[in-house]
């Protein structure tokens, strides 16, 4: 039977998904708050840290995520640095999303009328307050569809750190495959799962925007 492995091969498929879940729920928590505080930092920071952060956004942005993997996992040990893998592979996914949203995040910053700064100001709200109370949820819905495909194609590029042994799906498909030389069928299996996650994952974004952030949300 084409598919008669499939039953044996469940568990590790289900801990291949559990550990890309596990990969891009961390990943969208650090890279969101580390593209906020970049964004911000970007626009109102000192000019050293402006364009620090121009740096970082253009260098990740304009090199491909494999190699950022490569060098934190491979290249940082050579500096003392030693990371587990799945360590590193949070860290390279969030530092490679964050460098993207980043930039859509500071598009809906851009996007608040700057006259509501003003008024809040002007009531006696610090700079912090506006920020967190007034500014930064209207550019979070602005942004919200295009935060959550981003968040989609990081999780499909989770793939990638099977390079480094972390066993998530496309890691646990490759050892099915080698023991089973069904590469059709469990390609075809996984592409699946791939599937289902992404359509999970797109759904419970919007639902959840859509609690937090109000009517709008898509």
Same mark, same amino acid.
């Given at each position: 039977?084409?598919?008669?492995?499939?039953p044996?091969a469940?568990g590790?498929i289900?801990?291949?998904a559990?550990?890309?879940?596990?990969?891009?729920?961390?990943?969208?928590l650090?890279?969101?708050?580390?593209?906020?505080?970049?964004?911000a930092?970007?626009?109102n920071g000192?000019?050293?840290?402006?364009?620090a *952060?121009?740096?970082y956004?253009?260098?990740?942005?304009?090199?491909?995520?494999?190699?950022?993997l490569?060098? *934190?996992?491979?290249?940082?040990?050579s500096?003392g640095?030693?990371l587990?893998?799945?360590?590193?592979?949070?860290?390279a996914?969030t530092?490679?999303m964050?460098?993207?949203?980043i930039?859509i995040?500071?598009a809906?910053?851009?996007?608040?009328p700057?006259?509501?700064?003003?008024a809040a100001?002007?009531l006696?709200l610090?700079?912090?307050?506006v920020? *967190?109370k007034i500014?930064?949820?209207?550019?979070?819905?602005?942004?919200?569809?295009?935060?959550?495909?981003?968040i989609?194609?990081?999780?499909?590029?989770?793939a990638v750190?099977?390079?480094?042994?972390?066993r998530?799906?496309t890691?646990?498909a490759?050892?099915?495959?080698?023991?089973?030389?069904r590469?059709?069928?469990t390609?075809?299996?996984?592409t699946?799962?791939?599937?289902?996650l992404s359509?999970?994952?797109?759904?419970?974004?919007?639902?959840?925007?859509?609690?937090?952030?109000?009517?709008?949300v898509?």
């Amino acid at each position: 039977m084409a598919f008669g492995w499939l039953p044996g091969a469940v568990g590790d498929i289900a801990h291949g998904a559990a550990t890309t879940i596990l990969l891009i729920a961390v990943t969208t928590l650090a890279g969101t708050l580390l593209s906020i505080l970049g964004a911000a930092g970007r626009r109102n920071g000192p000019a050293l840290l402006r364009r620090a *952060i121009a740096w970082y956004v253009e260098v990740m942005r304009n090199t491909p995520f494999l190699v950022q993997l490569f060098f *934190i996992f491979f290249g940082l040990p050579s500096l003392g640095i030693r990371l587990d893998p799945i360590l590193a592979a949070m860290l390279a996914m969030t530092l490679n999303m964050a460098a993207y949203t980043i930039e859509i995040v500071g598009a809906g910053l851009d996007a608040v009328p700057l006259g509501q700064t003003e008024a809040a100001l002007a009531l006696g709200l610090r700079p912090r307050q506006v920020f *967190i109370k007034i500014v930064l949820p209207q550019a979070l819905k602005v942004i919200y569809p295009a935060l959550t495909s981003q968040i989609v194609i990081m999780m499909l590029e989770s793939a990638v750190v099977s390079q480094i042994a972390v066993r998530e799906l496309t890691y646990e498909a490759d050892m099915l495959q080698a023991r089973t030389f069904r590469s059709f069928e469990t390609y075809f299996v996984v592409t699946l799962v791939y599937l289902a996650l992404s359509m999970a994952l797109r759904r419970l974004l919007v639902t959840g925007g859509r609690r937090a952030l109000g009517a709008g949300v898509s």
